[in-house]
């Protein structure tokens, strides 16, 4: 082995010690990984996807932390979910009746589908023949009105479902027991009820009792 070769091992061997020594030693917290040489190696100043960072300012946390996954532009939708457009308020319920109207065809697998959900989620207070005899109707301190009442008769269908969905009175809100679509089929169900001749349904734009009085503004 030449001498020049002799020098450069003994040189590397030399920093070698050295950067043992200052990466390993002389460290009073014994986890600490010593000199970062690179840290952005270790740290990449990218964020990671699902992480929450605390933020830091002038090297000094602010207390509060940044969460890398940005929110949805405002007026983003799920996939797949659509909106439900009118307010829970008396002008929402009155444009429901104007606008909304029943999408699915009364024939048999939707009427048979809205009698199975009708007769779990309605029978009890409705009662089977919608003459509000259900089981729990006595119960209650105002009883639902007969679905062949006059004024029941007379509520468009985009008011009955605008009702279910959101509620009404001592009924409570349906929205998280039934989809949609459901609703829908449940009111071809009460449609048949009330008009077991297959008479069309009435479109009159009429409120039923607890609202006749109130004032009703269209959509602008
Ligand atoms: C806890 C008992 C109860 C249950 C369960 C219930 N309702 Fe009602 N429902 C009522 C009462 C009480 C009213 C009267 C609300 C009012 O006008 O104050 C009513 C009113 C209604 C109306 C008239 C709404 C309007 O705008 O005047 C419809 C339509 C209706 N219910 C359908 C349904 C359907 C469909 C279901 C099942 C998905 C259902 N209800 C479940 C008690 C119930």
Redesign the pocket.
Known sequence: MNKKVTQIISLMAVFGCIAIATTSCGKKNPNSPGVEFMPDMYRSPSLEPNMAYVSIINGKQTGDTLQANRLPVKGSIPRGFMPYPYANDTAGYANAGRYLHNPFKKNDANLAEGEVL?SK??V???GAGGEADGL?AAK?A????SYKGPV?MA?PEG??FH??YFG????GS?ASL?SKAEIWK?ILH?QKLQYPNGKEVAVTVAD???LTAAKVDVIK
Do not use: N
């Open positions: 009708y989620y309605c009890h207070c409705h729990v209650l105002g009883p639902p009105p029941l509520l008011k009955m009702s279910i009404k009175g001592l009924m349906h039934v449940i009460i039923s009792a607890s």
